[in-house]
């Protein structure tokens, strides 16, 4: 790390120049970034996933990328209305089927082949082609549409969270942290890795599929992990400086002992956001491919570009002072005020401390047994919108699953295989099956529409829409009743296959093949995790210690999810009542919160392994430690729930769970488990923090930390510190 640091001083002109070469071509790159990134879900090798290409292929139709023209006229004249409804979808673009839901609305479906990302783009021109109906009201609704008309209230809710709540809170803590223009050293560097690591999705969402989200979440988390890894070495920076040491030797002492923590803590964050690009769905892996480019991008500019800054820079702008020097020195004496205060308390009652914050994290995470997860829901987004507007007015005429219905999809083996006698009679008995079912509002099926049979007649579709939506637990109960009991139950001839697909089945197999990866990614995460901190920490009990406090963590933000939007308690803070957690959310927040946990652990315990080194003294390891960083973990953790509440403040419910979980885990990490929890318990634990067997530094490569107390095991043991 050293002369790594000398080499990028000595190319320091070098380093800025391609850094500032990759922040202007990848800003330019990811201006058209949002236009690429879709919702879609594909889930492959689930019935649903091969309903959805039967109809594709042999029926020229893409659900997701599909649209629906609702008019709503007087009453009584919805009859009078399908001719011009049906003229103005032909306009819009090929439809499919048009129909009179009530007295008063007309459906009609307009078809497409292109996926949501592609499709959602010529939304303006189909509203414009269909133009004015006389006396009516016309809405273009639909996956896409929704898509399109949500785009601008992301940007919307992007800027706000960002321009308004995240760099403004970021700033008065870095300034009172700091206490001179040293604070815009983090926020430079957080300029410089957002837009690189944006740069990067755009070219892998032209090859993938993105979610809509991932701009937001690169945005946001960015500029909290960004803020992290500089507020910690520009930290160490001036306290080396202050030592003594020259400006070249201060910064190559911090990249040995705070780099190092940053490369360990990058790599966690990374391992847990990384694993999901294993996860079965695309959708998951493209949350996997941004998370993993995050922190990667920032360890990278933390490695680089901050150095050149760090030497350049740090002592100019540290002497325009913001906050008195007397207040600044003040709070850094690592002897006196609240931290060492804190850890001197916690040193003579860990017992107390400890016992105190195991029970209020079990408490916090005791409501995430009625966790409630989702597929997804238009309920969660604005309902000005005019796509929710006509999704809305025909949820009123024929139930909530109009735009998403279930795809029922028979393959009958052979060409002609529709007309066979059997077939026939079993499509029939399926019919009135689901005529009679409580959750379906409508059955549509026409032998003679090649809407409903292709031309080989190999294949047909039953279109049934719901009275509910796709993603509540009614419909979802719907989708077992059909799998399991109505088809089963229609008789349909041996060799005959029939596929459950669309809205609900989708939703349903979206949840079961993400929670059958998900303990596979947990276990794996743990395992890496555990192997990366036996490495970092070369200690056998503390990785394991951090385990456990981090899933204690996760465990009471899934909590504290369910209180706030399922009990309603968010409402106070502005937050949408909503009984569901969107099903990625959980998964998502693990790996993303196993991450950034371990940055706080890393930054705190790697300073007391360093005290620890240099006194073989347990408490005073730990008082130093937690007295010379947790103000700087508590900055840093400010900072990152100042950003995840950037995601609280907007408009959509998957957004706002999503940053709240993030925000209440964060908060509750470093306020409760490394300012209480963590030096508590390694009071505790005495000098078994440290130990580490011959065997195992040989297996992490790293020199052991034998015992040298009472009572430990002394054979094949060398002393402390050799």
Request: hydrophobic share 50%; charged share 15%.
């Amino acid at each position: 790390m050293a002369r790594w640091a000398r080499t990028m001083i000595r190319f320091r002109w070098a380093v800025l120049a391609v850094w500032l070469v990759a922040v202007l071509a990848a800003g330019a790159a990811s201006s058209g970034l949002s236009s690429l990134l879709t919702n879609r879900f594909i889930l492959p090798g689930s019935d649903s996933q091969k309903a959805s290409d039967i109809l594709e292929q042999h029926f020229g139709q893409r659900p997701e990328g599909s649209f629906t023209l609702v008019v709503q006229g007087a009453p009584g004249t919805a009859g009078a209305l399908v001719p011009e409804v049906r003229i103005a979808a032909a306009r819009a673009g090929k439809r499919a089927a048009v129909n009179a839901v009530s007295k008063d609305v007309v459906a009609a479906s307009i078809v497409s082949q292109l996926d949501t990302a592609d499709a959602k783009g010529h939304a303006d021109a189909m509203r414009k082609a269909a133009g004015p109906i006389p006396g009516a009201r016309v809405y273009l609704t639909g996956q896409s549409a929704i898509e399109h008309d949500l785009d601008p209230v992301m940007s919307n809710d992007l800027k706000v969270g960002e321009l308004f709540i995240a760099i403004p809170i970021a700033m008065a803590i870095l300034i009172f942290v700091f206490g001179s223009l040293a604070f815009l050293l983090p926020l430079m560097l957080a300029g410089a890795a957002i837009p690189v690591t944006l740069g990067f999705v755009w070219i892998f969402a032209n090859y993938m599929t993105l979610s809509t989200y991932l701009q937001n979440l690169v945005m946001l988390i960015g500029l909290g992990i960004a803020v992290d890894y500089s507020l910690l070495m520009v930290y160490r920076y001036r306290e080396e400086h202050r030592s003594g040491r020259s400006r070249e030797e201060a910064v190559e002492r911090t990249m040995q002992t705070a780099g190092r923590a940053v490369v360990f803590s990058g790599t966690a964050v990374a391992i847990g956001l990384a694993l999901m690009l294993f996860m079965p769905l695309p959708f998951m892996r493209g949350f996997g491919l941004a998370g993993l480019l995050i922190p990667l991008v920032s360890v990278l500019a933390a490695m680089t570009l901050l150095p050149v800054l760090l030497y350049l820079l740090e002592d100019k702008l540290d002497r325009v002072r913001l906050v008195p020097k007397r207040v600044a020195e003040r709070r850094a004496d690592p002897e006196r005020g609240f931290w060492p205060t804190l850890a001197g308390m916690i040193m003579r009652r860990p017992v107390v401390f400890a016992a105190a914050t195991v029970a209020v994290l079990l408490a916090a995470a005791a409501p995430a047994l009625n966790l409630q997860l989702t597929p997804g829901s238009n309920k969660g987004v604005p309902q000005n919108l005019e796509s929710i507007r006509g999704l809305n007015v025909l949820t009123s005429a024929v139930g909530a699953g109009a735009t998403a219905p279930t795809k029922v999809v028979v393959d009958t083996g052979r060409p002609g295989g529709v007309d066979a006698a059997p077939v026939h009679g079993a499509v029939a008995r399926l019919k009135v099956a689901l005529s009679t079912d409580p959750e379906v509002a409508r059955v549509d099926y026409n032998q003679r529409d090649p809407q409903y049979v292709d031309a080989t007649h190999r294949y047909l579709q039953l279109e049934v829409a719901g009275k509910h939506e796709y993603g509540l637990p009614v419909a979802k109960r719907f989708v077992e009743r059909l799998r399991n009991d109505l088809i089963p139950g229609a008789g349909f001839p041996e060799g005959v296959d029939v596929l459950a697909g669309g809205g609900p089945p989708g939703g349903v197999d979206f949840l079961d093949m993400t929670y059958g990866a998900f303990p596979w990614l947990v276990l794996a995460v743990l395992l890496l995790t555990y192997g990366l901190l036996v490495r970092a920490f070369r200690s056998l009990l503390l990785p394991l210690k951090a385990i456990v406090m981090n899933l204690l963590s996760i465990g009471a933000a899934y909590g504290l999810l369910v209180v706030a939007f399922r009990y309603g308690a968010g409402k106070l803070f502005g937050i949408q009542q909503f009984d569901q957690i969107e099903g990625w959310i959980p998964v998502f927040l693990f790996a993303m919160l196993f991450g950034l946990s371990m940055d706080y652990e890393v930054f705190l315990v790697s300073r007391m392994r360093e005290e620890w080194d240099k006194r073989h003294d347990n408490v005073a390891a730990v008082t130093a430690g937690l007295a010379r960083t947790g103000r700087l973990v508590t900055a840093a953790g400010l900072i990152m729930f100042a950003a995840f509440n950037g995601f609280v403040a907007g408009s959509i419910v998957g957004l706002q769970q999503f940053g709240f979980g993030l925000a209440a885990a964060i908060i509750i990490d470093v306020s409760i488990i490394r300012a209480l929890l963590v030096p508590s318990v390694m009071k505790l634990f005495g000098r078994w923090n440290w130990w580490l067997p011959d065997w195992a530094a040989r297996v992490a490569r790293v020199q052991p930390s034998p015992l040298a107390t009472k009572g430990a095991p002394q054979p094949a043991l060398r002393p402390a510190g050799r």
